[in-house]
């Protein structure tokens, strides 16, 4: 049986069609960014936020035309890096206030950083381990005073905390835990906590409408909703200790997937999200928002086998977390096209079945969504920007200015 991996939302014959003749110029594989479709899924952003300001997170989005883009848009403000060396190479390159999302062990970025006044202004770096101080002020080359972000550990903890529901991140989870790393960042010397960051994964990387399973379905909205409760009172207490230590500049929570319902909390000044702009194929299953799918590659067909089958060239690319068929990327134009459960996507040749193979011809080409957002960037050189049926810019992505930083 052929390995169904329709998405959730409806592509049409009018698009791939247009998505043909913008490219017919161009030799495949390729990456195209629907800038129609990108605009609006930022304006859905803004609209979902409400009044407070979206750090975008460069991570979903690595190419900087598009970072530049989204942040010329009215409700957003600031980037959420993913590397220390990213984060100096984009205030290098003339962007400001950068949160570093992750600790680094980079020396010679530490080293950099605390030598540089004005590239220590423009980053935030996050902490959440008094021996990750130790480890900047030992490659610390320069009196430049760098500014802390601490993150709280939002999991959810069940049965007695013998049950957690949530990513691995920070080991800070109560009030007195961050108050008291805090009052440690502030006796100090060259460190000052400006920031928190609270990244509820479970609730914003989680879709709640899960396609054929609505008991987990249900099952996952009711995880949901108690850890909203439970969260938001915990970051709500977390944030009136810090203030006692400190005047914090920023709050961020949140992600694509929990925008509404982080930017309710009084206590968070701002939210962050990316992979809204994109819409990749892991947000097709969210009740509180819809967006329209704006990156996409294509893949030759190079090999048309027998009755119902075609062979595209590549195509495996698969999504980082936990294996399975949905970190594949999705076909998705033309309609009706599977995997072959027995190869899955493959790295140098990727059969697809479906009526819609016989209507494909030798030098075609099927488009896909990756699972992910900006992971699609670390495949290709160049965005190919659409508007209507033409290419009207071709811009690079991290990869393709050399760049490649995980």
């Not at 008094?130 to 903890?157: F, K, N, Y």
Request: with cysteine.
């Amino acid at each position: 049986m052929a390995l169904d991996l329709a998405p959730v939302l409806g592509a049409t014959a009018s698009d791939r069609a247009r998505y043909d003749r913008a490219t017919a110029h161009l030799d495949a594989p390729l990456a195209i960014v629907d800038l129609a479709a990108f605009d609006a899924n930022a304006a859905d952003l803004v609209r979902r936020a409400a009044g407070k300001p979206i750090r975008v997170a460069s991570k979903s989005v690595r190419c900087r035309a598009l970072l530049e883009r989204v942040l010329a848009t009215d409700g957003f403000a600031g980037i959420m890096s993913f590397t220390l060396a990213e984060s100096i190479w984009l205030v290098r390159s003339g962007f400001r206030d950068v949160l570093l999302a992750y600790p680094s062990a980079d020396r010679a970025g530490f080293a950099e950083l605390t030598a540089d006044p004005e590239l220590a202004a423009a980053i935030t770096v996050l902490v959440d381990d008094p021996a990750q101080l130790e480890l900047i002020d030992a490659a610390r080359e320069g009196s430049a005073e760098v500014r802390v972000c601490l993150e709280l550990d939002t999991a959810l903890h069940l049965l007695g905390g013998r049950v957690r529901v949530g990513a691995r991140r920070s080991p800070l989870r109560t009030p007195e835990a961050v108050g008291a790393l805090a009052e440690h960042v502030q006796r100090r010397r060259g460190f000052r906590v400006v920031g928190l960051m609270a990244y509820e994964g479970h609730i914003a990387g989680v879709g709640d409408t899960v396609k054929g399973r609505p008991l987990r379905s249900a099952a996952i909205r009711l995880m949901q909703a108690k850890a909203r409760a439970e969260l938001a009172e915990r970051r709500a207490a977390v944030v009136r200790r810090l203030r006692q230590v400190t005047e914090l500049d920023f709050v961020n929570g949140g992600g694509t997937g929990s925008v509404e319902s982080t930017v309710a909390e009084a206590a968070v000044t701002e939210v962050a999200a990316g992979s809204g702009l994109y819409v990749p194929r892991l947000f097709d299953n969210y009740r509180s928002f819809r967006g329209r799918p704006a990156a996409l590659f294509a893949q030759p067909v190079v090999r048309r086998p027998g009755v119902g089958v075609v062979t595209v060239l590549g195509g495996g690319y698969p999504a980082s977390g936990a294996a399975g068929p949905d970190r594949s990327p999705v076909p998705y134009l033309p309609e009706g096209l599977s995997y072959d459960p027995q190869e899955g996507a493959g790295e140098v040749q990727t059969p697809l079945l479906g009526s819609a193979a016989d209507d494909l011809l030798i030098g075609d080409r099927v488009w896909f969504r990756h699972a992910k957002a900006g992971e699609l960037c670390e495949r290709f050189a160049e965005l190919h920007l659409i508007e209507g049926e033409r290419v009207v810019d071709t811009v690079p992505t991290y990869r393709g200015e050399g760049r490649t930083f995980l």
